[in-house]
């Protein structure tokens, strides 16, 4: 039973235009939420979290959403660039709880076109 | 060498063979994790270790057996693995997964290919 949800597996966005990746998670003990990036051949790389006492974050172009009340949190990128293609990953975790780890989503593939 | 190191990148090997997979992590950390990605499945935690010992073993097969001689190193010692086992097997570490916000830094992975 998948705790954290990606249910979109691809995307694709105009480059300039807003990139939007959802994830959902059903364990309501968990408190902090992060997004991972990972291109081929590289191992995942830490973009943007939040924690469950606020409902956004904002890292210049990267803005994280969280619905605790939907158990749903979001990605926007904008202006989302060709650089940005590329797999990107939710992941929650319950602070306290199995020592801090974290529960990855399938992913989701951001393709940026030109 | 900074970050998170892992080697080989590549490794091929037989079901009776017997290899390691190394990673070094350069951030300072207290704990190392192994993870398991395959096609189209979420990245799926094996083993934690917090300041050298094992704190988590994620009902991994005996055929995977860890070891992490100090809090900057992790190895992963394999054996008589099987076809389903091929994968790409990530390293991360943080600098405490106990009791607070746990960012964790991935090394670049070793694609496992069991024949």
């Known amino acids: 039973d998948q705790q954290v949800k990606q249910n979109s597996p691809s995307l694709s966005v105009q480059e300039g235009r807003i990139s939007i990746l959802n994830c959902d998670y059903t364990n309501s003990m968990f408190d902090y939420f992060l997004w991972y990036k990972k291109y081929p051949a590289e191992g995942p790389t830490f973009l943007i979290s939040i924690s469950s006492i606020k409902d956004k974050n904002e890292d210049g172009r990267f803005t994280v959403f969280l619905n605790k009340s939907a158990k749903h949190l979001s990605l926007h990128i904008v202006p989302s660039q060709p650089g940005d293609s590329a797999v990107y990953f939710c992941a929650a975790s319950a602070r306290g709880g199995s020592q801090g780890n974290l529960i990855f989503g399938k992913g989701t593939k951001l393709s940026v076109k030109p | ?115």
């Open chain 2, 1 to 115: 060498e900074t970050g998170v190191t892992q080697t080989p990148r590549h490794l091929v090997m037989g079901m009776t063979n017997k290899k390691s997979l190394k990673c070094e992590q350069h951030l300072g950390h207290n704990a190392m994790y192994w993870y398991k990605q395959s096609a189209k499945k979420p990245l799926e935690l094996m083993f934690v270790y917090n300041f050298k010992e094992q704190t988590e073993n994620n009902s991994v097969p005996s055929r995977f057996s860890p070891e992490c001689p100090n809090s900057s190193h992790l190895f992963l010692h394999l054996h008589t693995l099987q076809p389903e086992d091929s994968a790409l097997y990530l390293c991360a570490s943080s600098q405490d997964p106990a009791g607070s916000y746990n960012e964790q830094f991935f090394g670049p992975g070793t694609r496992l290919t069991v024949l």
